[in-house]
């Protein structure tokens, strides 16, 4: 069974501080992983896709590796802002790569 | 630009209604989902379609139905609600299949059952 995992499942830190998130995944034959944020009441926003060739993707403050051989993705985000604070899912396509499978989420506060 | 647009917002119903989450969006996006997502549990996808008048069952679809008519909609249909279907139901598109396209959500419908 293909499955996402997504550790810790909660997280707060002060502002200023450096974090990674993990995401983990069976099945190493991935094409793609993304990252995607939620904001409470709202949708999911993507953040950054990994295609299968890249090994790291950037946005701003923001850094997403893969690591297929050892099924692992982290989204590293620097310098936490409250603004940052919001479920952050990832998500790897099924087998026949028609639709995604997410993780349950980390949940991220960053307190001022 | 609109993008993925959910009618509607709120609902309530009673077991045994049934009712339809209407999905639009304006991308011209040949692929649309339909996620519904429990507290803790992540995102479950129902249904998806790969175009107008295509659609395939996914991991959670009993309870209820699709079609997709034309491009832009993609309407689901809960047909005799049960407690069970209490959630958060997302519509999604893409451009072509999410293994290596973005996808795009909407906002969400809260659904309760009593």
């Known amino acids: 069974k293909q499955e996402v995992t997504q550790i810790p499942a909660a997280l707060s830190v002060p502002e200023g501080e450096n974090l990674v998130l993990n995401c983990s995944f069976t099945?190493?034959?991935?094409?793609?992983l993304q990252w995607f944020r939620q904001d409470p009441g709202k949708g999911l926003t993507s953040l950054l896709l990994?295609?299968?060739?890249?090994r790291e993707q950037t946005s701003g403050r923001l850094n997403a590796s893969l690591d297929k051989s050892s099924g692992r993705s982290t989204l590293y985000i620097a310098a936490s802002q409250p603004g940052d604070s919001a479920t952050y899912l990832c998500?790897?396509?099924?087998?026949?790569?028609?639709?995604?499978?997410f993780g349950k989420g980390t949940t991220l506060s960053v307190s001022s | 630009n609109a993008g993925v647009t959910q009618t509607p917002k709120f609902r309530i119903l009673k077991i045994g209604q049934s009712m339809t989450l209407q999905c639009t969006q304006d991308?011209?996006?040949?692929?649309m989902y339909w996620y519904r997502q429990d507290p803790g549990m992540g995102l479950k996808l129902i249904y998806y379609s790969v175009g107008a008048g295509i659609t395939d069952k996914g991991e959670v679809p009993n309870g209820y139905n699709v079609s997709r008519s034309t491009t832009e909609d993609f309407p689901l249909r809960l047909e005799l609600a049960a407690p069970s279907q209490t959630s958060v139901y997302f519509c999604a598109s893409s451009y072509a299949q999410v293994d290596g396209n973005t996808i795009y959500f909407g906002e969400g419908s809260w659904l309760t059952v009593v």
């Open positions: 990994i295609q299968s060739s890249q």
């Open positions: 998500a790897r396509p099924n087998q026949a790569g028609t639709a995604l499978i």
């Open positions: 991308m011209n996006h040949n692929y």
């Open positions: 099945d190493s034959a991935i094409y793609n």
